[in-house]
């Protein structure tokens, strides 16, 4: 199976910027993703992983390394609205590339 | 487009009694998921589907049953409910990256 470490709240005041931490064991990995939830809504997809380096969608970038089976989300410019949880979530062959998600990181943004 | 779709969105269940959730997606995805989420607990792999008549466990299958007899639709089945089953579900569907979800089924098992 696979398990992934996040860290569980997070805290940071508006405008600033925050990184969330993924770590991940699995085998057969095929890419890791980022998804918002805010309270009593649907996760939404916000990026997506598959091999190392940066990816940046406006203020929001995600990082994956590989040999480390490490990455982060990097959110900018934070907005009280960016208020919600973050989820990452790998896609692996073992588990013929089904999604299986982190417990979550709540992140609060403070005025 | 209406996306993902799930029936019922909230259902009070008496322990011992059925019932089967609906998910129904027009994208044309090959995956479909049933997920569960607890507070604290993240999301949780139920079951899920690679294709049309294909059905494969998740992490916490125990107590549920699925079917996808169409590409479209993935159904959830509560053979005999129980408290702990108490949860917010949600279905998603993908090609192999984007995941869409369902806007979540709240189900209390009394």
């Known amino acids: 199976g696979q398990s992934l470490e996040q860290p569980s709240e997070v805290t940071a005041v508006e405008g600033a910027i925050v990184q969330i931490n993924c770590t991940y064991q699995?085998?057969?990995?095929?890419?890791l993703s980022w998804y918002q939830q805010h309270d009593g809504g649907a996760p939404t997809f916000l990026s997506y992983?598959?091999?190392?380096g940066l990816e940046e969608t406006g203020r929001f970038s995600s990082f994956l390394s590989r040999s480390d089976s490490y990455g982060y989300l990097l959110l900018q410019e934070l907005q009280m609205k960016d208020s919600a949880s973050y989820f990452c979530?790998?896609?692996?062959?073992?588990?013929?590339?089904?999604?299986?998600f982190g417990k979550g990181t709540s992140l609060l943004v403070t005025p | 487009n209406a996306g993902v779709t799930q029936t019922p969105k909230f259902r009070v269940l008496k322990t011992g009694q059925s019932m089967t959730l609906l998910c129904a997606q027009d994208?044309?995805?090959?995956?479909m998921y049933w997920y569960r989420q607890d507070p604290g607990m993240g999301l949780r792999l139920i079951h899920y589907?690679?294709?049309?008549?294909?059905?494969a466990k998740g992490e916490v299958p125990d107590g549920y049953n699925v079917s996808r007899l169409k590409k479209q639709n993935f159904l959830l089945g509560l053979e005999s409910a129980a408290p702990s089953q108490t949860s917010v579900y949600f279905c998603?569907?993908?090609?192999?990256?984007?995941?869409?979800f369902g806007q979540g089924t709240r189900l209390t098992v009394v």
């Open positions: 699995t085998s057969g990995f095929y890419g």
């Open positions: 589907s690679v294709g049309e008549g294909t059905t």
């Open positions: 994208m044309n995805h090959e995956y």
């Open positions: 979530a790998v896609r692996a062959l073992n588990s013929g590339y089904a999604l299986n």
């Open positions: 998603a569907s993908s090609r192999k990256v984007e995941a869409f």
């Open positions: 992983n598959a091999l190392d």
